[in-house]
Nanobody, 118 residues
């Protein structure tokens, strides 16, 4: 069983930056691919970024060049650095554990709200 706890959300102006963190319990964190998903009101949850055990990354086209996913296996933590934020990035962001090549894994955090507004 893996528990995930996100932090770092908040209100930011367009063009600003935020860094989300996801702390995972358990000693097998390094074995999992991890990801960030988001869900805006009235929309389906969508993949934002993913990172494999070997730190290969994948990004949604809408965030490429603006967001960076990284992981620190010593701290059991995955990060999402978000730069040049836009109002359309407003959503609840969820950490996902044990991501698969075909979709999300079974482990979800509680979500953290990101609001981009002037």
């Amino acid at each position: 069983q893996v528990q995930l706890v996100e932090s770092g959300g908040g209100l930011v102006q367009p063009g600003g930056s935020l860094r989300l963190s996801c702390a995972a319990s358990g000693s097998i964190f390094s074995r999992y691919a991890m990801g960030w998903y988001r869900q805006a009101p009235g929309k389906q949850r969508e993949l934002v970024a993913g990172i494999t055990r070997g730190s290969s990354t994948v990004y949604a086209d809408t965030v490429k060049g603006r967001f960076t996913i990284s992981r620190d296996n010593a701290k059991n933590t995955v990060y999402l650095q978000m730069n040049m934020l836009k109002p359309e990035d407003t959503a609840v962001y969820y950490c996902n554990g044990d991501m698969k090549s075909y979709g999300p894994g079974d482990y979800w955090g509680q979500g953290t709200q990101v609001t981009v507004s002037s």
